[in-house]
């Protein structure tokens, strides 16, 4: 391979650079300071090689040239390498080979629907959940038609529920506004849940327009490229990114392009193991040519960000089981969370958030007060108490939480009937329903409240003995 800098020096008269290179921003009359860094010391060779491949990432740009070879040899490998996915098998075209508006439509929902799916999910995880929302909502008007409940139900186990919520939203509101799905990523722009990257990839993908994509996979790979080491989660680093992969954008197959870039991030150019002799742009990859002098690797670029610590809540679950008549099947109470927030609009077991790590009568006592505001129930009064039974601890893990729940069965009597309960609190009127065990395990609940319930479950199977601490399953999610 030509050394980068050598074959840059051989190329570059005064003032050429300046006319070859498409820069990303408008030159500065005074020179900013250098932004690229190194984990290791540099040699003196390095230097000269760094300080013509690397710099201000403002500065940086692809060549004509350079981006014409990248196109050619990416498409084919993608051509011969690309997965089988459901979502790529949804054709645009018509059986004669014509653009079909109809097909357009059709690929642009699917689009939509895998990329708000693969967002924090895993392609194979992804699959299934494509399948089987596509089979119950083939088009935008037939989602359009769901309900949050409906949605949430399909959604369970993606995490992540706002986006379900969105993609009901969005198909309501384009539904509403005429039915016509938009084409280009201004107008993608204006529909509710619908971002930079996924109006990217649902107008190059669907509708063919040259517009390019950023997601991770894609900073990785262009960072390498461009041998970049600026943080990769500052929001000016984040807009150049976006520029330089727009003059990648193959103009012909810009959809094609798009994913081929994504797919060798996620399977080629990965962030810990990257397989570089298998890289179609390898020749190209100003990262990989400044490791072969032994001072950084492949790996160093982007820079990896420190990922922020995690919050440490604490919450008393009460898994409230009412029993009308002593021979009568419980029923389940399930609360509603609020629309906005983590987990909006989902369904759970009552549960009180606590300041601290707390003892038993601590929690009991702030389950007790909760449900007797938010419900009337008061053991004194309106029930009495069947079977309350300290069931176990379960850490849940979010993005930026972690949460410890502290389970209790919690079966009561109603003394005075159904009628008793209220959904009152604090002014503030509660959204709740009570279900059985059938209806609840139909229910589109997260993977956290089911984790609960399965714990239940498991108590009421061992004969109501309460689950050992070596014997709960701490599952992060």
Known sequence: ???????????TKPGAEAAATTTIAADSDKKRPRRVKRTRPKCEGEKEEAAAVGGDIEDLGFRRDEAL???ASLLEWYDRNQRDLPWRRISSNGGDGDEDEDGSERRAYAVWVSEVMLQQTRVQTVIDYFNRWMRKWPTLCHLSRASVEEVNEMWAGLGYYRRARFLLEGAKMIIDGGGIFPKTVSELRKVRGIGDYTAGAIASIAFKEPVPVVD????????????????PKESATIKNFWKLAGQLVDPSRPGDFNQALMELGATVCTPLNPTCAACPLSAYCSALSLSKHGSVAVTDYPTRVVKTKQRHDF??????EIIEGLDSDGRFLLVKRPDEGLLAGLWEFPSVLLEKESDLDTRRNAIDQYLRKSFNLDFKKSCSVVLREEIGEYVHVFSHIRLKMHVELLIVHLKGGKHILHGKHESKTIAWKSVDSTDLSNMGLSSGVRKVYSMIQKFKQNGSKPILPKARNKKAL
């Open 1 to 11: 391979m030509v050394n980068l800098a050598e074959r840059k020096r051989k190329n």
């Open 69 to 71: 070879v990248i196109r």
């Open 216 to 231: 991770g996979n894609v900073i990785r790979v262009v960072a390498r490229l461009k041998a970049i080491a600026a943080n």
């Open 315 to 320: 919450s008393a679950v009460s898994v409230v």
